[in-house]
């Protein structure tokens, strides 16, 4: 696979960016993934034999022939199993190292940052529990469009708009799982801001005055202009003063909102509920709401900003395919959590080469 072959060639390169051997024999010793030398030789050997194992296809009895093969090491398959399971705060901490290199910096400019998760199935549920998945909560930086955060969970832990360190400056830009105006007010706490993709119901709106406004009204009157862009308030639920926001909603192209409506007939009708005239008319809206200030930025830049937010299906479809995240073997959290750590450090070291690799004569041949 092609991750493997980087890997292979690079293999210093990989040793280096992780800050050295002595650094990686260190941190191995600190979360206990190597303690003392016994059949492995060092840290560095143990990384690339779990590396192996995880980004390879080969499974445990051929990973450890292989490694006895090519004289890294002569472990069994047993052994090979127990040190993986140990090696998950060490993987860990080595994407946080990873991250750390690359850390972006929000002085010159704005720094925007895509959140989202994606989710990969956890072994042995056989396709019969969809819920039985392990969660990958991620942050894409851009002008970098690189991954700047990782966070493993399972699906007990849900997606929060704070879960990412805030970045002071940085415009933060997440689709309507993240209307969370608690945590939204965090955010601007720290210095962010932050645009949101809403649904018509996705919050109790009020307007100046305090009083609940009925979106899908204001929506109705401004049909002919097909644009909205005016200040709004979000009431939290902790007491707090409503949250001021803003509100920039367009209408959709004729095609698109048909597309909007027919998937909202198709949901109701799998849920067994009757369509209500305001999903109907929200249907063909994208409606957002932003902390931006209409003087430094335009409705047209709100909605170029979260146009934006297709970067980190990229990223997460680079993830899937070219570096190979899949579901972990084994129903063991203990070696399912390290298999797919390895999988999200690899892609932090490889991915300043992977716009290489997809653009390489003998791949683009291939495809």
């Known amino acids: 696979m092609a991750h493997e072959s980087l890997v292979n060639e690079d293999w210093a390169g990989v040793v280096v960016r992780l800050g050295g051997a002595e650094a990686l024999n260190v941190s191995a010793r600190e979360t206990k993934a190597f303690v003392r030398p016994r059949g492995i030789r060092n840290a560095v050997d143990l990384l690339r034999l779990i590396l192996a194992y995880c980004l390879g296809e080969r499974g445990l009895r051929l990973t450890a022939a292989w490694a006895t093969s090519v004289g890294l090491v002569d472990i069994s398959n047993v052994a090979l199993l127990y040190r993986l399971r140990h090696c998950g705060d060490w993987l860990t901490q080595l994407i946080g190292q990873a991250l750390a290199s690359g850390a972006p910096q929000a002085s010159r400019g704005r720094l925007i940052r895509i959140v989202d998760a994606t989710t990969v199935p956890k072994a042995g549920t056989g396709g019969r529990n969809k819920n039985a998945v392990w969660r990958v909560h991620s942050a894409f930086d851009l002008p970098r469009e690189r991954f700047g955060h990782f966070e493993l969970t399972d699906q007990r832990a849900g997606e929060t708009l704070d879960r990412i360190p805030v970045i002071a400056g940085e415009i933060r830009l997440a689709d309507r799982a993240y209307l969370q105006p608690e945590r939204m007010a965090h955010l601007l706490d720290g210095g962010a801001d932050f645009v949101i993709r809403s649904g018509w119901k996705g919050a109790r709106w009020l307007d100046a005055n305090g009083d609940l406004l009925d979106l899908t009204a204001e929506l109705r009157k401004a049909t002919t202009r097909g644009l909205i862009d005016r200040p709004i308030w979000i009431k939290r639920k902790s007491g707090a003063p409503p949250l001021a926001v803003r509100l920039v909603a367009v209408k959709k192209p004729a095609h698109a909102a048909a597309t909007a409506r027919r998937k909202a007939r198709r949901t109701a009708q799998k849920g067994g509920h009757q369509l209500s005239r305001q999903t109907l008319d929200a249907a063909d809206w994208v409606i957002l709401v932003t902390s931006l200030k ?17 970067r980190i299906e990229l990223g997460f479809k680079r993830l899937k395919s070219l570096i190979g995240l899949k579901g972990p073997p084994g129903t063991d959290e203990r070696s399912a959590r390290p298999h797919i750590l390895a999988h999200l450090l690899i892609i932090l070291l490889l991915e300043p080469l992977l716009d290489e690799l997809e653009d390489s004569p003998r791949l683009a041949q291939a495809a």
């Open 294 to 310: 209409p003087k430094e930025f335009s409705t047209s830049d709100v909605l170029a900003l979260y146009r934006l937010r297709w």
